[in-house]
Nanobody
Framework: QVQLVESGGGLVQAGGSLRLSCAAS????????MGWFRQPPGKEREFVAV????????FYADSVEGRFTVSRDNAKNTVFLQMNSLKPEDTAVYYC????????????????????WGRGTQVTVSP
């Protein structure tokens, strides 16, 4: 069982930056592949980024490639999402999620394949 709590969301102007954190409970954090998803207003939840167990491999949605960076600190049971050059279309509730690494990293883009979810943190980007 893993409990996830996101933080770091807020209101920022276009072009600005935010760093989201996701703190995980439990002693098996390093056994989980960690993903970030977002749900814009009135839309479905969508994949943002995923990171492997060690933090050495990552994969991003095309919409955030080059602007967002996912990282993790297994000693602190925390995964991060550094978001730069933010755009109004990045406005959404951002969720972190955990899953067993039972597929290639690039296949871990479906929300339904994740086992544990946080409650989300709101990110609002003003024009």
């Amino acid at each position: 069982q893993v409990q996830l709590v996101e933080s770091g969301g807020g209101l920022v102007q276009a072009g600005g930056s935010l760093r989201l954190s996701c703190a995980a409970s439990g002693r098996t954090f390093s056994s989980y592949r960690m993903g970030w998803f977002r749900q814009p207003p009135g839309k479905e939840r969508e994949f943002v980024a995923v990171i492997n167990l060690s933090g050495g491999s990552t994969f991003y949605a095309d919409s955030v490639e080059g602007r967002f960076t996912v990282s993790r600190d297994n000693a602190k049971n925390t995964v991060f999402l550094q978001m730069n050059s933010l755009k109004p279309e990045d406005t959404a509730v951002y969720y972190c999620a955990a899953k067993w690494p039972n597929e290639p990293l690039r296949a871990s883009t479906l929300a339904g394949s994740y086992n544990y979810w946080g409650r989300g943190t709101q990110v609002t980007v003003s024009p």
